[in-house]
């Protein structure tokens, strides 16, 4: 089975489509990172855990509760900027971050597949759905066999 799949890499600045405005801002990947996932090239939304690293000399913008192993769900679709050659991932974490972290190192664990991209015929649509896979993932995730993925040693480094 492809799953646990490790993605790794510095957050990289979207196209600010959205993410913030529909109350799901998502984390880029690098394009560094995307080789991981070429086992399950399919294209939708995942989840998984995620644990942000700041840099050694940062600021103290991020609180004790930002740095630990969280829930996320993330999105693996081709990028219309590049031509649709190029995948890109993006990760929601579930959680209430004190302040952005662009930059900032981020490893991601991803454990399951939730669905396709689809299409949407409204706003509310897409949100509605986003709220669904939160919950698929949080269900998904509250089994004991994927909590012990909270603590693996990918996260400890
Ligand atoms: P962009 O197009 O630059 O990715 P977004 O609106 O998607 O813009 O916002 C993503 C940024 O928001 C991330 O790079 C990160 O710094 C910040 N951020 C704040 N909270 C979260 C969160 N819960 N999950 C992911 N990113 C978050
Ligand atoms: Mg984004």
């Known amino acids: 089975p492809p799953f646990p799949i490790q993605l790794e890499g510095a957050v990289q600045h979207g196209f600010g489509r959205g993410g913030k405005d ?4 998502t984390a880029n990947l690098p394009d560094e990172a995307l080789p991981a996932m070429s086992e399950v090239t399919q294209t939708g ?4 855990y995620a644990r942000v690293y700041p840099p050694k000399d940062a ?4 609180k004790e509760e ?4 969280l829930p ?3 999105s693996l679709g081709w990028n219309p ?4 050659e190029r995948l890109t991932a993006e990760v929601h ?17 991803v454990l399951g597949y939730i669905r396709p991209e689809l299409d949407y015929i409204s706003r509310e649509a897409l949100i509605e759905d986003i709220e669904t896979d939160k919950k698929v993932a949080l269900n ?3 089994r004991p066999a994927y909590e012990k993925f909270q603590a693996d040693p990918f996260f400890q480094s």
């Open 66 to 69: 930002d740095v630990k192993v």
């Open 45 to 48: 939304v995942y989840y998984g």
């Open 72 to 74: 996320m769900v993330m």
């Open 22 to 25: 529909l109350g799901c801002p």
């Open 59 to 62: 600021d103290k913008e991020l």
């Open 81 to 84: 900027f590049y031509k649709n």
């Open 93 to 109: 974490i579930m959680h209430d971050f004190a302040s952005d972290f662009y930059g900032y190192y981020l490893k991601a664990l």
């Open 140 to 142: 998904s995730l509250s």
